[in-house]
């Protein structure tokens, strides 16, 4: 009898090996540690923001288990690729370097890069201004590759998340900052209100992705619910809470 329990056994834990992790896992969702508004700590402590929020709604419609991997933004794409992470929601762009190691959902959000300088700086006005200056940015984004191939700064400050960036600039250790619209208009009505303005115009248009290691069939259900959130009026009403306006008809 204890034979027969044990092959039972056994074979009851082969099958569930073998049927239950696709069903049972637990996603790992990884997301910046501070991009505001997209994912940041509020005052009690907990993240939140349009990134969280926004994969909070897929998941329930998904029917999805998960759990929030806050880290440094540089180190999102090498953990899907090595398989630790499940998804990425990060206010990622959408590139070809980027697409050839991972798969990208339907655009989200469309953003571009823009310029931030100190409040009482009329010297920096466009693009071709930072010619000579030094300019801080985020490592690991879109951003420092634009900057590289369009203008010859002095130095370009790179920095692990967006405060470095901000306060190299309100120290007068750099120039101007460099960075996402979204992310440097937050900063410029809030913390920094006052003390810096944003100037110039938008430059090369991009699209935030959610991110998954290739060939991960989340895409395509993930893809789903977003057009229904966007059918339902469900993703508008989020916009309108995070970004104080309704997202612009591409028609």
């Known amino acids: 009898m204890k034979r027969i329990f044990a092959l039972s056994a056994a074979l009851v834990l082969g099958l569930a090996l073998l ?7 637990t996603l790992v969702v990884a997301h910046d540690t501070n991009f505001k508004p997209f994912e940041f700590k509020n005052e009690k402590g907990e993240y939140t923001g349009f990134d969280i929020e926004l994969w909070k709604e897929i998941a329930k419609r998904l029917g999805l288990e998960y759990k929030m991997q806050p880290m440094d933004f540089n180190g999102i794409i090498p953990g899907l690729q090595t398989s630790q992470v499940d998804v990425g929601i990060a206010a990622m762009t959408i590139t070809d370097e980027r697409a050839k190691v991972v798969d990208f959902s339907d655009p989200y959000y469309d953003s571009g890069l823009s310029i931030l300088v100190k409040a009482d700086n009329d010297k920096i006005s466009k693009l071709e201004d930072l010619e000579g200056k030094v300019v801080a940015t985020k490592l690991g984004t879109s951003s420092p590759d634009f900057l590289k191939a369009n203008v010859k700064t002095k130095e370009l400050k790179l ?12 120290a ?4 101007a900052a460099f960075f996402d619209l979204p992310v440097v208009q937050e900063f410029a009505n809030t913390a920094g209100k006052g003390k810096v303005k944003v100037v110039g115009p938008v430059y090369e248009g991009q699209s935030y992705g959610i991110a998954f290691p290739k060939g991960s069939d989340l895409r395509d259900k993930v893809n789903s619910a977003l057009k229904e959130m966007k059918d339902d009026g469900t993703y508008e009403k989020m916009y309108i809470k995070w970004f104080g306006e309704a997202p612009k008809s591409k028609e």
């Open 159 to 170: 920095f692990p998340n967006n405060d470095g960036m901000f306060y190299e600039l309100l």
């Open 19 to 25: 049927a239950g992790p696709a069903l049972a896992k």
């Open 172 to 175: 007068g250790r750099a120039d």
